[in-house]
């Protein structure tokens, strides 16, 4: 029995085509074992890239999907060193590195031209999104996430964390808050009318049992997708997955992630809301106003491209008519547009500033 075979007794292979374009041969997989979802796109790039993401849309504003992705890598079962991150980035040859928590799901993607090295980052990923240390060490969620500071008896009360300070400067930031309050008001009856980030109000409210839970429900294969790209043996690839991590986990039928849509509003809808500034500071000059509208979903592609093209045409490029006109009205020193379709609901937004 060959490697691949040998794989296809733990992975069925739901769709395989060549891609002219991409110059690949395109695999999507399922895992008979737990469902974890895989596609690999297999070509003659030197670039190896790997990621594992998980649907993680919040329940509430605590942050726990971005504290989660800090705390995860702070060591883990097979290695249990402080901050296996550092380490990578200052020893690895990766060319890239990194984790991300968008507002439904989070992402750890690596990549590196060399394949020992490249074997060895999916080694460290796959390590920390399914054993990390955070079960053993509750000074991991502390840190990453929020804990109190006493410097005297005589001194206040205070919070402290590396998410919980982040999300301070984040929220601090007039254009961070005009953005969060846009997306949060666009679709108010669903997951994105909460900050996976944290609203440092709001962090604290996070327990450490909670914490868990969010990871050992929603950490799991039957819930993960997984990216393969590149140069590389695809099947060799996939049996190190399953035997080093995938067979230790039974399928759950019952979990549902799914992103609901936003029901369309019967008619728009206003919103206004104050932003700080510095004491004393003139706010004059300082609002914003922005034009926000929902179109269609990221699932697509045509529509997706179409609203590219046009965000550029229109609003982007040097002399775009409807920057142009705006401006000359006198509405805003500077007007921008976003197309925003990193979420289930994309949205396009003019702004004035």
């Not at 240390?133 to 996430?145: C, D, L, M, S, V």
Request: proline share 6%; with cysteine.
């Amino acid at each position: 029995m060959n490697i691949k075979e040998q794989v296809l007794q733990y992975f069925e292979i739901k769709e395989e085509r060549e891609s002219k374009d991409l110059n690949s041969t395109l695999y999507r997989l399922t895992h008979k074992g737990t469902g974890a979802r895989v596609a690999v796109i297999s070509n003659d790039d030197e670039n190896k890239v790997f990621f594992i993401g998980f649907r993680t849309p919040p329940t509430d504003s605590t942050g726990v999907p971005h504290i989660l992705e800090h705390s995860v890598l702070c060591g883990s079962k097979h290695f249990p060193v402080k901050d296996p991150f550092i380490a990578l980035a200052k020893g690895s040859l990766n060319t890239y590195l990194n984790a991300v928590t968008y507002p439904d799901r989070t992402l750890y993607p690596v990549a590196s031209c060399n394949d020992r090295d490249f074997q060895n980052l999916m080694h460290v990923y796959l390590d920390a999104v399914f054993y990390p240390n955070i079960y053993a060490e509750e000074n991991i969620f502390r840190q990453e996430g929020w804990h109190y500071e006493l410097e005297s008896p005589e001194a206040p009360l205070t919070v402290n964390g590396v998410v919980y300070n982040e999300m301070k400067g984040a929220m601090s930031d007039a254009d961070e808050l005009h953005d969060t309050e846009v997306f949060n008001s666009l679709y108010p009856d669903t997951c994105y009318s909460l900050n996976s980030g944290g609203d440092p109000e709001v962090i604290p409210e996070l327990t450490y049992e909670k914490f868990l839970e969010f990871h050992s429900t929603l950490y799991h294969p039957s819930n993960s997708f997984i990216y393969l790209y590149g140069n590389m043996d695809v099947w060799e690839k996939l049996l190190f997955i399953h035997e080093q991590y995938l067979k230790d986990f039974d399928k759950i039928t019952d979990l549902d992630t799914r992103i609901l849509a936003q029901k369309a509003f019967e008619k728009p809808v206003e919103v206004v809301k104050p932003y700080p500034v510095m004491e004393g500071e003139d706010t004059a000059g300082k609002a914003y106003l922005s034009y926000n509208v929902s179109a269609g979903t990221s699932l697509d592609p045509e529509l997706c491209l179409a609203l590219q093209i046009l965000d550029y045409a229109l609003c982007s490029a040097p002399g775009a008519p409807v920057k142009q006109a705006l401006v000359e009205a006198g509405i805003g020193k500077d007007v921008y547009s976003d197309y925003e379709q990193d979420v289930y609901q994309p949205f396009f937004s003019i702004v004035a500033k």
